[in-house]
T-cell receptor, first 117, second 111 residues
Framework: GAVVSQHPSWVICKSGTSVKIECRSL??????MFWYRQFPKQSLMLMAT?????????EQGVEKDKFLINHASLTLSTLTVTSAHPEDSSFYIC?????????????FGDGTRLSIL | QKEVEQDPGPLSVPEGAIVSLNCTYS??????FMWYRQYSRKGPELLMY????GNKEDGRFTAQVDKSSKYISLFIRDSQPSDSATYLC???????????FGPGTSLSVIP
């Protein structure tokens, strides 16, 4: 079963509103989570690294004031798209490494499809 | 030069064919190499992963990593129409590190 859960899976909202996306690790503690964005017919691009207990680190070109990340606990990271506009419409996916499983690949959520009208 | 290069295709093959998908990369720090399958409007699904160099086989899928050439491959034997999807190679320096994805190859298996 899924070990990383994202919510919501799909959201449609009006331009100018803020949208919050949640990423949860279901049966392990994740001190780090990653947020990716995927535009249509493109690959996943890393947006930021979410760190529990400290500020997120953002990739070049990603506006930290627009994409607010809060790693509220060891099992939850949230991405808030503030004052969303149609160009923010995309597929947002989180991932979490599992420290207790050593050399295992990360688990990815099922993604959140964001549509801004 | 991008960190990870992958031919985007599209690639179209007849059912039963052997499919070869490849990626090259530039960062010698990469140690973990993954292949994901992604269907339209879905999250990526892990198919294969390899730590360091070598081959790994799982059913109809074989992953190869050649770190000396910075080249990885995924082979699909006896391809099926259900294999039609986008295949993403991905890699990271450590299991807890960020994952860098290739652009993805769109594959269609024709019945």
């Amino acid at each position: 079963g899924a070990v990383v859960s994202q919510h919501p899976s799909w959201v449609i909202c009006k331009s100018g509103t803020s949208v919050k996306i949640e990423c949860r690790s279901l049966d392990f503690q994740a001190t780090t989570m990653f947020w990716y964005r995927q535009f249509p017919k493109q690959s996943l691009m890393l947006m930021a690294t979410s760190n529990e207990g400290s500020k997120a680190t953002y990739e070049q070109g990603v506006e930290k004031d627009k994409f607010l990340i809060n790693h509220a606990s060891l099992t939850l990271s949230t991405l808030t798209v503030t004052s969303a506009h149609p160009e923010d419409s995309s597929f947002y996916i989180c991932s979490a490494p599992r420290p207790d499983r050593g050399n295992q690949p990360q688990h990815f959520g099922d993604g959140t499809r964001l549509s801004i009208l | 030069q991008k960190e990870v290069e992958q031919d985007p295709g599209p690639l179209s093959v007849p059912e039963g064919a052997i499919v070869s998908l490849n990626c090259t990369y530039s960062n010698s720090a990469f140690q973990y190499f993954m292949w994901y399958r992604q269907y339209s409007r879905k999250g990526p699904e892990l198919l294969m992963y390899t730590y360091s160099s070598g081959n790994k086989e799982d059913g109809r899928f074989t992953a190869q990593v050649d770190k000396s050439s910075k080249y990885i491959s995924l082979f699909i034997r006896d391809s099926q129409p259900s294999d039609s999807a986008t295949y993403l190679c991905a890699m990271s320096a450590a299991s807890y590190d960020k994952v860098i994805f290739g652009p993805g190859t769109s594959l269609s298996v024709i019945p």
